[in-house]
């Protein structure tokens, strides 16, 4: 009985050790346990995010999917997003962590992070979705493959930042426009 029980926790311990970084891009399911590391990156915690945030030298890069409105509405059917709040100044590139890209899509990525770090690759990036979001990871890593060299993955997201009372609340954004 004893033994049954350890294994049992011993398998329940494994259960919930953190994925290994796959070799590609991770695809769907994407709300799941993920790694702890990303080859390349640094990987922050709430704490040294807000440290970053108040220094105000890093650029902070939400890419939270957004709802598309379905093709086959109505003619006439009202459509909202869902509204998306982010850490103050945080530069929202919705739709940008997906295993694979369209062409449009990677084109809007880049142009986001030119955008947002002024040309500079070696300008800082903090890059964050969700807690246990894999689209961050996917978007930190096409980051460190288009050369940019300060890669910061936030993993915690939002859900995170919450969590430290002296942090700033967070605010409406809304998605990036390519000029």
Same mark, same amino acid.
């Given at each position: 009985?004893? @033994? !049954?029980?350890?294994? !049992?926790?011993?398998?329940?311990?494994?259960? !919930?050790?953190?994925?290994?970084?796959?070799?590609?891009?991770?695809?769907?399911?994407?709300?799941?346990?993920?790694?702890? &590391?990303?080859?390349?990156?640094? /990987?922050?915690?709430?704490? &040294?995010?807000?440290?970053?945030?108040?220094?105000?030298?890093?650029?902070?890069?939400?890419?939270?999917? +957004?709802?598309?409105?379905?093709?086959?509405?109505?003619?006439? &059917?009202?459509?909202?997003?869902?509204? +998306?709040?982010?850490?103050?100044?945080?530069?929202?590139?919705?739709?940008?962590?997906? *295993?694979?890209?369209?062409?449009?899509?990677?084109?809007?990525?880049?142009?986001?992070?030119?955008?947002?770090?002024?040309?500079? @690759?070696? +300008?800082?990036?903090?890059?964050?979705?969700? !807690?246990?979001?894999?689209?961050?990871?996917?978007?930190?890593?096409?980051?460190?493959?288009?050369?940019? &060299?300060? /890669?910061?993955?936030?993993?915690?997201?939002?859900?995170?930042?919450?969590?430290?009372?002296?942090?700033?609340?967070? *605010?409406?954004?809304?998605?990036?426009?390519?000029?």
């Amino acid at each position: 009985m004893r @033994l !049954a029980l350890v294994l !049992a926790m011993l398998a329940g311990a494994a259960l !919930a050790q953190a994925p290994p970084e796959p070799e590609g891009y991770r695809g769907p399911p994407y709300a799941a346990p993920v790694p702890e &590391t990303l080859t390349g990156a640094t /990987v922050v915690d709430t704490a &040294t995010a807000a440290a970053l945030h108040r220094e105000g030298k890093a650029v902070f890069i939400d890419v939270m999917p +957004r709802d598309v409105r379905p093709a086959d509405l109505p003619e006439g &059917t009202i459509w909202r997003d869902t509204p +998306r709040d982010s850490m103050p100044g945080a530069i929202w590139l919705p739709n940008t962590g997906f *295993q694979a890209l369209s062409p449009k899509e990677d084109a809007y990525l880049r142009a986001g992070l030119d955008q947002a770090t002024q040309g500079d @690759l070696d +300008r800082p990036i903090v890059i964050f979705c969700r !807690a246990d979001c894999w689209m961050s990871w996917n978007v930190a890593k096409r980051a460190l493959e288009v050369g940019y &060299t300060e /890669v910061i993955w936030y993993p915690d997201g939002p859900e995170g930042w919450v969590t430290l009372p002296e942090n700033p609340p967070l *605010q409406r954004v809304e998605p990036f426009e390519d000029p």
